[in-house]
């Protein structure tokens, strides 16, 4: 019998915890964001029967065309933003997203806290680090990260609580962790996203407090 994304997601969730306790760490300390970018309502609904609650989504149309839906159907779905933000989509993603993690310029802060205040919502908020200082890749590069945080409290009166990292692909990732931790503990945030389905495990001695799964759960990606 072929393997569903229900299968995956309890195998995951088993890996999950088995990484924690092989770290030391307590059953439960490591959140699974399950990455439904591309999947559609149809797709995403297993997952959610099977109790998956926290989701994460690349971009705002995307997600505001088939979130509220599934909202209406579950109840306590918490929807992370995952991907780069435009700033002239800072005003859907305050009103749909609970966390934004791609946080990564000042433009984006302050078109973040306008949204903010004239909304009266307060989604939880990381900063996204170009960890391996890709062009490619959006981010804050490393060394200017602490400064960053720093602005967004004092500056633009935001309550960053963490950081995101994707490491380079072709890299053993182990290397990259252990410098988001690192500015991590500078920056006193205390919620790491990091670790994602082909290296998810690595991230959990590192004090990943979340991991964000998409292929291992829903399979290959049918569109990018």
């Not at 960890?131 to 960053?148: C, L, M, N, T, Y």
């Not at 290397?175 to 998810?200: C, H, K, N, W």
């Not at 799964?213 to 049918?222: D, K, N, T």
């Amino acid at each position: 019998m072929s393997e569903t994304a229900v299968d995956r997601l309890r195998d995951i969730r088993a890996r999950i915890r088995a990484a924690e306790a092989e770290a030391g760490r307590a059953s439960g300390s490591v959140e699974l964001v399950a990455v439904s970018k591309t999947f559609d309502a149809d797709e995403i609904r297993p997952v959610l029967e099977a109790g998956q609650r926290v989701f994460g989504e690349n971009r705002v149309q995307e997600a505001a065309a088939k979130w509220p839906g599934l909202r209406a159907e579950f109840a306590g779905v918490a929807l992370h933003l995952i991907g780069p933000l435009q700033s002239n989509k800072a005003a859907e993603a305050v009103a749909l997203f609970d966390v934004i993690e791609t946080v990564d310029r000042d433009k984006i802060a302050r078109e973040i806290a306008k949204e903010m205040a004239r909304q009266g919502r307060r989604p939880r908020l990381l900063v996204q680090v170009d960890i391996g200082e890709e062009a490619q890749k959006a981010g804050i590069p490393p060394r200017e990260a602490a400064g960053f945080v720093r602005r967004c409290r004092d500056e633009h009166g935001l309550a960053v609580e963490g950081l995101m990292c994707i490491p380079p692909v072709a890299e053993h990732p182990g290397p990259y962790f252990a410098l988001l931790q690192t500015i991590a503990a500078q920056t006193g945030v205390e919620r790491l996203s990091m670790g994602m389905s082909g290296d998810f495990e690595r991230a959990v001695p590192f004090g990943a407090t979340s991991v964000r799964v998409g292929s291992a759960i829903f399979g290959a990606r049918p569109r990018p």
